[in-house]
């Protein structure tokens, strides 16, 4: 919601990084106030392969890849935020690993033991919490299950999808704990988080409960 600022940077980047790879982006909107879907119309002129979402009176990040997954044909799906806090130039490399066997690759924010930097004590203290509970619930070893920048195979998120909540934002975690590690191909690739640009971040400690 409300990032209407940072989707020309974020398209723009996409747009080169992927150069001849054959997509679609949809960009997903809850109706913000700033009118986000006005700049998302304006670049679908120039690239029809990017499109808008505009729900009304719906919200929540699981539901939007949930309509956009259903909406889409793609044997991949990437999942990115458009608060330029995931690093789109690793999107290439995300697929590749995909089309290599993994069925998730997941962008760490962790991994190798790195962190966000610039974060406060009292929201590092809340994503560590998240993060090791969320680990005693799965099966998986990873270092960032909470990851909201990820490449999935489509066919794992369709079998999956009827078990997968509305509501809330850490959507990868509630897709991992529905599989035995047996059962699918996970990878990991680091990156560094980045400071948000515009927009509000919707992580809470009600969040974590």
């Not at 919200?59 to 044909?73: T, Y």
């Not at 948000?196 to 409960?209: A, D, H, N």
């Given at each position: 919601r409300n990032e209407r600022k940072n989707l020309p940077l974020l398209l723009e980047q996409i747009v080169e990084v992927l150069g001849e790879v054959q997509y679609d982006i949809v960009v997903v909107d809850d109706d913000s106030i700033d009118k986000t879907w006005e700049v998302v119309d304006t670049y679908h002129d120039l690239y029809p392969n990017i499109r808008g979402l505009r729900?009304?009176?719906?919200?929540?990040?699981?539901?939007?890849?949930?309509?956009?997954?259903?909406?889409?044909?793609?044997?991949?799906i990437a999942v990115i935020d458009?608060?330029?806090?995931?690093?789109?130039?690793?999107?290439?490399?995300?697929?590749k690993l995909a089309q290599n066997g993994a069925d998730i690759v997941i962008g760490s924010r962790y991994l190798n033991g790195s962190k966000p930097e610039h974060w406060t004590k009292w929201r590092s203290l809340i994503s560590s919490f998240a993060t090791r509970l969320s680990l005693k619930l799965i099966k998986h070893q990873v270092s960032d299950p909470l990851s909201g920048f990820f490449v999935i195979r489509r066919k794992i998120f369709i079998n999956c999808i009827n078990n997968i909540g509305g509501r809330g934002f850490k959507i990868l975690f509630e897709i991992i704990a529905q599989y035995e590690p047996k059962d699918i191909l996970i990878k990991e690739i680091p990156y560094q988080f980045m400071d948000?640009?515009?927009?509000?971040?919707?992580?809470?400690?009600?969040?974590?409960?």
């Open positions: 729900r009304i009176r719906r919200v929540g990040l699981a539901s939007a890849v949930v309509e956009v997954v259903f909406s889409c044909h793609g044997e991949f458009s608060d330029l806090q995931h690093d789109a130039a690793l999107l290439p490399d995300m697929l948000r640009k515009e927009g509000q971040s919707k992580f809470t400690l009600s969040t974590v409960i």
